[in-house]
């Protein structure tokens, strides 16, 4: 009988789905033979790092040759300062997916469990099964419900249990764009046994600008049990560089950088994340500008008749009313990627990132032309 290879697989590896991402520019020009294209399918900055970012990256390159900084002393110092919190509370990863993986190598067994939404980041699946725990979904809301297809934080307090070891709350959450709000987020984390990590996942947090978004990051204090995770590849535009953290109590910092890999923030992502911090304005400007590309793509999509999703990201998930892979397909033709998100279970649905005033208008034309074709 010959040697299976997947037999040497360990079980809850054997079946997870690998996390698909947005389809590379350099891919799409390869397959189709056309050049000029444009990537709306990640949440990427569109404008990159600001140019605070952009000098310390030049700087850095310098010190290649030697190992990084494996504790990240300086961005760690930079954190404390705007999170007003010790040093000791900080635990950097390879972008926040990286904490996100630890958490679950650190806290998850065979015998625990962890609780997330129905349509929440698809990292947090993965992760989970990685370790063999039972992953306890709750349903989302309804689309007819003001948050459509957001937390039901009732429904996920249902499901936690003594053997909850994580639950994980993203907020914004992707790829629907929705929110929990403060009042409502402050009284589920309250309601949770001490037992239970909450893990408050603020990637696109700068973007939030509705009034009633909390930033958990303010509650470390009063919650031994929250982990707060952010990252840089958003609003700070270095996606390419792979740095964000985690923000907890000691002991929780303490066994994640057990399980941390050795220099696993590389140096020139450091300097530039050190560098990113102290330039707000360049965050500004991106928020700012988002929020009128956010205004223009509702516009565009009001015309053509399709629904959207409320969102406090820097992205829109577009009803398509009718299987959207065809619709992402055509789009690729014309050069334009989007995110078709049928594997969040959203077969009728694009996840579209916002871009400059140029690719917005151009995403606009190329989804006109798809909607016409099919």
């Not at 050795?262 to 707000?280: C, M, R, S, W, Y």
């Amino acid at each position: 009988m010959p040697f299976d290879p997947k037999s040497l697989v360990a079980l809850p590896v054997r079946d997870i789905a690998p996390y698909v991402p947005g389809k590379p520019i350099e891919e799409l020009e390869r397959e189709y033979g056309i050049s000029g294209s444009i990537k709306l399918a990640s949440n990427e900055n569109p404008f990159g790092p600001g140019p605070l970012a952009r000098a310390a990256i030049a700087n850095a390159a310098a010190q290649i040759g030697f190992y990084p900084d494996g504790n990240g002393y300086a961005l760690k110092r930079a954190l404390a300062a705007k999170h007003s919190c010790a040093l000791d509370c900080i635990t950097l990863g390879n972008g926040s997916n990286d904490v996100l993986v630890m958490l679950a190598e650190a806290f998850l067994t065979q015998s625990t469990e962890a609780v997330y939404s129905q349509y929440a980041f698809a990292v947090y699946p993965i992760a989970v099964q990685a370790t063999g725990a039972t992953a306890r979904v709750a349903k989302a809301l309804s689309e007819t419900d003001a948050m459509p297809l957001g937390h039901d934080l009732s429904a996920m307090a249902a499901l936690v249990s003594e053997r909850t070891r994580l639950v994980f709350v993203a907020n914004p959450n992707n790829p629907t764009g929705t929110f929990v709000r403060e009042g409502s987020l402050r009284d589920f984390i309250s309601s949770l046994p001490k037992t239970t990590l909450i893990v408050v996942d603020e990637a696109y947090i700068e973007y939030a600008d509705d009034p009633e978004f909390p930033d958990a990051s303010r509650w470390l204090d009063e919650f031994s049990n929250l982990v707060v995770t952010r990252t840089f590849s958003k609003a700070y535009g270095l996606a390419g560089l792979r740095v964000g953290y985690a923000l907890s109590h000691p002991v929780i910092a303490d066994a994640l950088n057990r399980v941390r890999q050795a220099f696993n923030v590389n140096t020139i992502a450091l300097g530039a994340a050190e560098a990113a911090l102290k330039d707000q304005e360049h965050v500004t400007r991106s928020v700012a500008a988002n929020r009128e590309a956010l205004a223009y793509i509702r516009a565009g999509l009001d015309k053509l008749g399709l629904r959207y999703f409320p969102t406090q990201g820097n992205f829109l998930l577009v009803d398509c009313a009718r299987p959207a892979l065809p619709i992402y397909d055509a789009m690729l033709r014309s050069g334009v990627i989007v995110r078709p998100v049928g594997g969040y279970g959203l077969p009728n649905h694009l996840r579209i990132t916002l871009g400059t005033p140029a690719q917005n208008q151009r995403m606009l034309a190329a989804l006109e032309q798809a909607l016409v074709l099919r």
